[in-house]
């Protein structure tokens, strides 16, 4: 067992794969919010993560090796939204509702980053005999 590649570390990382693409289509977003019939995108991956975690849950995957191999096999779905738009141009992004998405996706991250820090300092405090 690895301590530093374990299904925490694994879930962990797959979040922030997931918070960096979405912070990146929606910044991308709101750089095309002028730009005529364009259509915003968005990013899913928490759908894909809890289908995982649920047949965790249920006993389905039982074995360590297994889960981590799920957890590393989720996708993250790009897609775009075919929202109608009530602009003249026939773009459908919403500025406000973009920023949005973006201040949560960042206040996710971080905590994503927080975490993953705070179970690496456990583990140095475990493996140091907490000096």
């Known amino acids: 067992m690895s301590y530093f590649d374990n299904i925490t570390t694994t879930l962990l990382n797959k979040n922030l794969d997931g918070l960096w693409l979405r912070q990146q289509v929606t910044m991308e977003n709101i750089a095309n919010q002028s730009t005529p019939n ?77 975490e993953l820090n705070s179970y690496f300092t456990r583990m140095k405090m475990a493996i140091s005999g907490l000096k």
């Open 38 to 114: 364009y259509k915003s995108k968005y990013v899913d991956f928490e759908h894909e993560l809890q289908n995982k975690i649920a047949l965790i849950n249920r006993n389905e995957i039982n074995k360590v090796s297994e889960i981590k191999n799920k957890l590393n096999d989720s996708r993250i779905l790009l897609g775009e939204n075919d929202d109608k738009t009530s602009r003249l141009d026939g773009n459908n992004v919403d500025v406000e509702k973009e920023n949005m998405e973006l201040a949560k996706t960042q206040l996710n991250y971080n905590y994503t980053v927080s």
